[in-house]
């Protein structure tokens, strides 16, 4: 079974300062990790993902994760918040051995205070 | 361009109405998917189909149908059996394959009058 727990529901940061948003996962087999991103009243777009090849995954718009297996985390990070960065994250779980049917977590809302 | 095309994006439905929300893709992938998000909330799979002429019920599935006659098309029926349907659908797709990546239509709005 696969479960994903985004620890923060809000996050909020001033425009220039670093982001962490934080992902914790289970699975029974070894896992496709994913960040989405949704702006307002729009579909998720993808930022990143990770497939079992790098542990550190760069993506669009300079985020990037780490996967950390000994952890169970995937941690979205970005050094210097922008204000278009304010929207919604989602991190997502999908099992290789399973039937590829991912798993959402329930969203972080990023706040980009000026 | 190839992608997730949702219609329409808003949608009134009275009270004992049912009501169809399209998607279709061109990305000639194997899996679609129906969510409902709620304001506020994560996503919660409604339908899920893996293949042609097959589908399967997510978490949420009552008061919803759905088809899969074509590979590209996947429409949801929200009937007057769901109580609450007022939300944000959001339909998706992706290849039946490891390390899979969904793509996502721009989703549509349904609320109830």
């Known amino acids: 079974a696969q479960s994903v727990t985004q620890l923060d529901s809000h996050v909020s940061v001033s425009e220039g300062t670093p982001v962490l948003l934080r992902c914790n996962y289970s699975s029974s087999y070894s896992p496709s990790l994913f960040w989405y991103v949704q702006h307002p009243n729009k579909g998720l777009q993808l930022l990143l993902k990770y497939t079992s090849a790098a542990t550190l995954v760069k993506g669009i718009n300079g985020f990037e994760a780490e996967f950390k297996k000994s952890e169970t985390s995937f941690h979205l990070t970005k050094p210097s918040a922008h204000m278009s960065d304010a929207a919604e994250y989602f991190c997502?779980?999908?099992?290789?051995?399973?039937?590829?049917?991912?798993?959402f977590g329930r969203g972080t809302s990023l706040i980009v205070h000026p | 361009d190839g992608g997730i095309t949702q219609s329409p994006k808003y949608l009134f439905r009275k009270e004992g109405q049912n009501v169809t929300l399209s998607c279709e893709q061109n990305?000639?992938?194997?899996?679609m998917y129906w969510y409902r998000q709620d304001p506020g909330q994560g996503l919660r799979l409604i339908y899920y189909?893996?293949?042609?002429?097959?589908?399967q019920k997510g978490d949420i599935a009552e008061g919803y149908s759905v088809s899969r006659e074509k590979k590209e098309s996947f429409p949801l029926t929200v009937t007057s059996a769901q109580k609450n349907p007022t939300a944000f659908y959001l339909c998706?797709?992706?290849?039946?394959?490891?390390?899979?990546?969904?793509?996502f239509g721009e989703g549509s709005w349904l609320t109830v009058v």
């Open positions: 998706a797709s992706s290849p039946q394959a490891i390390g899979n990546t969904i793509y």
């Open positions: 997502v779980v999908s099992e290789s051995g399973g039937s590829y049917i991912p798993t």
């Open positions: 990305l000639n992938h194997d899996a």
């Open positions: 189909s893996q293949i042609v002429n097959d589908f």
